[in-house]
């Protein structure tokens, strides 16, 4: 008993007191597994969605202006869809959000899902989408949902093609509703992706 408590205790100064490299990737690895088996399927219990922390990888959901101006240059889509100024200002993250964000999800019910909000779902495409719900409908006891990016630029419309069809997303498809955005945070995923598929490239930026 003497000699495994004395082994915890070598143990336990290794991994927080020692300074060498060693240690510090004994740190990471034990960071890494904490995050991805105990705290994300923690969160993912507690609010209800299989993805409750995801990185925004696209300038999709970007505005670049403030509120009036954005809507007079985006308002064309939404007023032909009934959607009007009064109702947008209302809607949750009215002023969008950028690449590099992190989105907070829950798995709001689809019934309660309203137009407005914003959904991560899944297309054809390997990753999920994050966009914001224009339409909402029901057919046989299945809702279905249709999408747009709030960038006028880049999203004039919702899109529809072979790989992201968001003009009739069924309710099996949504992961999850943002709750609210951590600024940024998320370039560290985008950062550490773009380095795993092109490490060249990267570490010619890096300086």
Do not use: C
Not at 37 to 65: D, K, Q
Not at 197 to 206: K, T
């Amino acid at each position: 008993m003497a000699n495994w408590k004395k082994t915890l205790k070598q143990v336990w100064n290794f991994i927080w007191n020692d300074d060498s490299i060693w240690s510090w990737l004994v740190n990471i690895v034990l960071a890494f597994i904490l995050i991805k088996f105990i705290v994300y399927p923690g969160l993912a219990f507690a609010l209800g969605t299989t993805h409750p922390v995801v990185a925004v990888v696209s300038e999709s959901m970007e505005h670049n202006a403030n509120f009036d101006n954005y809507w007079e240059n985006a308002k064309g889509f939404y007023v032909a869809n009934n959607i009007k100024k009064e109702d947008f200002v209302n809607f949750p993250l009215k002023n969008g959000f950028k690449k590099g964000d992190i989105m907070i999800l829950n798995g709001k019910k689809s019934q309660d899902i309203r137009i407005g909000d914003i959904i991560v779902f899944w297309s054809a495409r390997r990753d999920p989408i994050i966009h914001r719900v224009v339409k909402k409908w029901q057919e046989n006891g299945v809702y279905y949902f249709q999408t747009k990016g709030d960038n006028y630029i880049t999203n004039p419309t919702s899109i529809k093609n072979p790989l992201l069809d968001e003009t009739r997303i069924s309710q099996d498809k949504v992961i999850g509703n943002a709750m609210f955005k951590i600024p940024f945070l998320g370039y560290i995923k985008i950062w550490f992706v773009e380095f795993i598929a092109n490490p060249v490239m990267n570490l010619g930026n890096s300086a």
